[in-house]
């Protein structure tokens, strides 16, 4: 295992087998990502920008879509929707095209957890658990409780390796 995969553990406590070829393609390059999250916030409204602001007026254009409160719109997000996937696999992938081998060293583990990144299957690029959109799908996020952990856990050339975060 190279160096850089170790320290792109990206979290929690198990071994999985980690296939770089079925990653999909934005978790490995940047411009594909940055490519459909604009066109995300382009065409779905994708932010906000800065979660952390108080962002009235965007929240103000969601409530409106459903006609309801700024309140249960702020309750819609990434982090909860059904295209947000967190995956042991695409947790993987997500944490593989942070690392890097060039020092210093990032540690993808902490860029994921603090960002809380998953991948949108509806729109192709990774997002974050407080932003939202447009087509923001009730029941989220997808994670292995629902799908089958043998694929992930078998010993293979490209085993990669998800630990606990510390700090
Ligand atoms: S579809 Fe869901 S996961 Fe994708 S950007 Fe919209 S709210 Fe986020």
Not at 22 to 28: F, G, I, N, R
Request: hydrophobic letters at 25%; aromatic letters at 10%; proline letters at 5%.
């Amino acid at each position: 295992m190279q160096y850089q995969e170790r320290k792109a553990q990206a979290n929690l406590g198990k071994h999985v087998t980690y296939h770089q070829e079925s990653c999909p393609k934005a978790t490995q390059d940047v411009h594909e990502n940055t490519k459909n999250r604009n066109w995300t916030i382009d065409n779905f409204g994708y932010g906000p920008m800065n979660p952390d602001f108080p962002s009235d007026e965007f929240w103000e254009k969601k409530a409106d879509i459903f006609n309801t409160s700024i309140e249960e719109a702020k309750s819609t997000r990434c982090g909860n929707c059904a295209a947000f996937d967190q995956t042991w696999k695409v947790m993987c992938c997500i944490g593989k095209g942070i690392g890097t081998d060039e020092e210093p060293y990032v540690d993808p583990r902490k860029v994921i957890m603090k960002a809380n990144i998953g991948y949108c299957q509806l729109f192709k690029f990774k997002c974050a658990g407080d932003r939202t959109c447009d087509a923001w799908v009730h029941g989220g996020p997808i994670t292995d409780e629902c799908l089958p952990q043998k694929e992930y856990n078998q010993e293979g050339s490209n085993e990669y390796v998800m630990e606990q975060v510390n700090g």
